[in-house]
């Protein structure tokens, strides 16, 4: 069934991949949200050119790539991709996690994540009173059990691209069955991921945690935006 899908923060690099990911298949209708509803707008229409240009063809016309302010995109939505920094969690989400219809799945990519001497760490880790993005996104929500922990280990760089094949598996955590259905159905939407579940939401840390461990192993080992696979 197509979806209604809105990305907070949408202008960045993930929401691009998003965007451009899911606009391939066409069979959904992406909604672009930002703090400010202009450069939603804008980067909507950029991203439609792009996604037109690159795989529009006839059904060009059918390509729905929107764009508005947070708030109005949360609203609307059946599905919402939080792909927001983790120091802006409490700032956002306040004011927009409320207001989101009850049947919404929230996905959270967000990875606490800081650079140190020592390499890449994870926040929660070094400091205890810091809480994972799962936790802290979910004590905003009314119904904290559709938020499903996904898309951490896959690079921007290789998502925004959809030249580039895809071969690695995308770790999910989840309480609700539908929602976490919802989104394995959207991994698997994007040509060449594999979406393996980890369990509830509360090991969402263990998927949250991939990331400084994969990008410490890219620096270390001199590699490109690695991702991960299991074999
Ligand atoms: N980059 C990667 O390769 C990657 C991989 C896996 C997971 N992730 C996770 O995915 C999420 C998005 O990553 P990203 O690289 O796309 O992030 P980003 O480019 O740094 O930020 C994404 C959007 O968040 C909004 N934003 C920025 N600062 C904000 C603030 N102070 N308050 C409210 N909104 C703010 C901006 O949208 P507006 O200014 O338009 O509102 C921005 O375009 C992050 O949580 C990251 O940890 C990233």
Redesign the pocket.
Known sequence: MPLKIGIV?G?????KGFALRWAASNNNHIMIG???AT??AEAAQLYKKEAEELFGGDNSNNLRITGGDNLTVAKESDVLVL????Q?ID??CPAILPHISDDCTVIS???PMTKTDAGFEFIPFMDKDKKTSHEMVAAHMNSPDKLVSA??V???KKLVNPNIQLDYDIFVCGDDDGAVRTVTGLITEIKGLRPILLGSGRLAYMAEIA?PLLLNAMIKNKMRNPGIKLV
């Open positions: 923060g202008t960045g690099g993930m929401g930002s703090r400010d450069r939603a792909s927001i920094p983790y802006n700032a956002v990519p967000i990875v898309f951490h896959i690079s921007e990331t």
